[in-house]
């Protein structure tokens, strides 16, 4: 090691050349000035909020030049370095600060959280630990690609504490997935000191727990980070595993630029400030007469300079016209078809069709779904499914039985225990244009893998532009005497969620051309499979492969006297109940897909009749009847001729005893709802 006599850092440059050291020093240095231009502009009043880096850019310098430029990094709220390093225009990051149309996120999205596809960079969102995920699902794409390529994503120490560190973590031991895990070990989260995060000597302790190795290293020193992360890189290619590596650093300023720094002793940052990694860095290089003080004062004029000018193209941006048709017209990604095998057979089933011949078969619900995943594996070589058991074992309820065989273990991928980390994997898979299918064991699980779903998928196109091509299949629902844990009815969490698709078939056919659409959708599609239709239906289904589109309601039969809306198992309850009751003519509609809805339909159905009853197994209040509800009476009040009324289940939890199940399902309820319209 070479000894810089005047500081306390020792730096090795091994056969690093005289270029590349210079570069690490341009981008360490670009950082800090941007830095320090921002927190002029802040106290004007220029920028909002700012997370400061200051004191940490060696890791993200040193990290970022260590990978190649088309790998994906994670990088979070402190790693302006990583932005820099890959060559983002300065004037369009400072677009992104000011929140201009112009910026990366369209002005969506606030400081560093936002991505850019162009640059191999994926936007954090606020919650911190499912970034690590994320980048799983990169590893995974390069493993099964056979590309020799990591992904890198970034820690705090506080993240750590997160279940999410844990999942991605053991993800990547049991998956074999070359991911290098960073921690930047700052001594704080926010006020909290690392005494009161962890228990543990060094965060680098716990990669011997998941089964992976780790070092833990100096990351102020950007000589050592790059040596690291370089050497590491090559590791997790060659060995195909993943490497944690806890850097030691200190946050210099505070959390953010108006919460204070009171609660750090002085100390501290006495001791920090003698570590400085662009001070102690610009040291060794002059020691070792690697480059002249000229050449230094040189560069920092040059960058300076640059940062004033593209400042001023930032400032001069046009300021915002908001349009909110492109608002709403950007929270899903839309592309044409491209040229893939799956159209190919759309256009073979037309023809067959047209010539007669294809075959119509009755089967079960469960087989049409399975029938519909079956036929999307052989279509399309980039769709994986994940899933607890999925594998050898089919499943729990044998959806993918036997699928193994023929797919292989590699795209029929047996989960651990762990749902928000595969929620993450499935999204980093989609950056890599690969498609997924995640098995829910049961839909009720998806409540630990929420986060991922409402946050990270949902919202992704819209804040950044990256689609995330995710499936997601829930089995759901009661009558089955399974208690409140896997009885449950969600879909109304999700119908909230502006950048989902939510759909929800009740027939065979349905289920198999909606699964197909929902896996050539490129946006991500939560759908839902009732547990207690899977071997109860049989219907006709077409044994070629077709689409159902996703948004559009079907009219199960037409009537005068009362429209029931509904979908799932509602639709086997109103068709029993009109067997029963040939007095009353019943227009039955199955919305099949929650949202969007299909206005249209409900429209025409209200239309039919003027008496309306929304029924639907979920419970009662905030269930999507109450938007259809609200919906009709806001845009079809004069076709009325009774009040909408909502046929539900209770609003209590799903009981386990079959008397107190079938007394809390809506179908109790139905005949009484009916007759309260039928007599209004
Ligand atoms: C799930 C979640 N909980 C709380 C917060 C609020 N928060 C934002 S940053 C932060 C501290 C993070 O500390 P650390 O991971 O050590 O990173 P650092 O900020 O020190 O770089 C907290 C508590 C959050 N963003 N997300």
Known sequence: MENNKDCTMFFDRKNIP?????????????????EEKMLVLLRQGKISKWFSGIGQEAISVGATLAMQ????????????????SRNMPL????????????????GRERSFHFGSKEHFICGMISHL????????????????KKEK??????????????????????????????VIFVIENNGYALSTPVHEQYRCDGLVDKARSYGMEGVRIEGNNVLEVYDTIHGVREYCIRKQKPYLVECM??????????????????????????????????????????????EIENVKTEIRKYIEKELSIGFHATAMAVDTSEELHDVFYSSLPKKTKSSVHKHIRKSETSSGSHVVRDIRFVDAIREGLQQSMRNNDNLVLMGQDIADYGGVFKVTEDFVNEFGKERVRNTPLCESAIVGAALGLSLEGFKSVMEMQFADFVSVGFNQVVNNLAKIHYRWGQN???????????????????????????????????????????????????INDPNPVIFFEHKALYRKITGDVDEVYFETEIGKARQVCEGNDISIITYGLGVHWALDYAAQHSEVSFDVLDLRTLLPLDYDAIKASVNHTGKVLVLHEDTLTGGVGGEISAWICEHCFELLDAPVMRCASLDTPVPFNAELEKNFMADSRLHSYIQKLLNY
């Open 18 to 34: 005289p270029q590349l050291l210079w570069q690490l020093y341009k981008n360490l240095l670009l950082s800090r000035l941007i």
């Open 69 to 84: 430029n088309d790998e994906w990094i994670m990088p979070l709220h402190r790693n302006l370095g990583v932005f820099t």
């Open 91 to 106: 004037h369009k990051l400072f677009m992104q600060w000011q929140g201009n149309k112009n910026g990366y996120s369209k």
């Open 129 to 144: 630990g499912p970034q690590l995920a994320i980048a799983d699902g990169v590893a995974l794409a390069y493993k099964l």
């Open 149 to 178: 390529k990591v992904s890198l994503a970034f820690t705090g120490d506080g993240g750590t504490s997160e279940g999410d560190f844990h999942e991605a973590l053991n993800v990547a031991a049991v998956w074999d997935l070359p």
């Open 249 to 294: 650093t200190f946050r210099m300023r505070g959390h953010e630029e108006a919460s204070g720094i009171k609660y750090v002793p002085e100390k501290l940052f006495e001791e920090w400030a003698e570590k400085d990694p662009i001070k102690r860095y610009e040291e060794y290089l002059l020691s070792q007469q690697l480059f002249l003080p000229d």
């Open 468 to 518: 995330a091509d995710v499936v997601i299949r829930m089995p759901t629902g009661g009558t089955v005497n399974a208690g409140p844990f896997h009885s449950q009815s969600n879909e109304a969490w999700f119908i909230h969620t502006p950048g989902l698709k939510v759909v929800y078939p009740s027939t065979p056919a349905d289920a198999k051309g909606l699964i197909i659409a929902a």
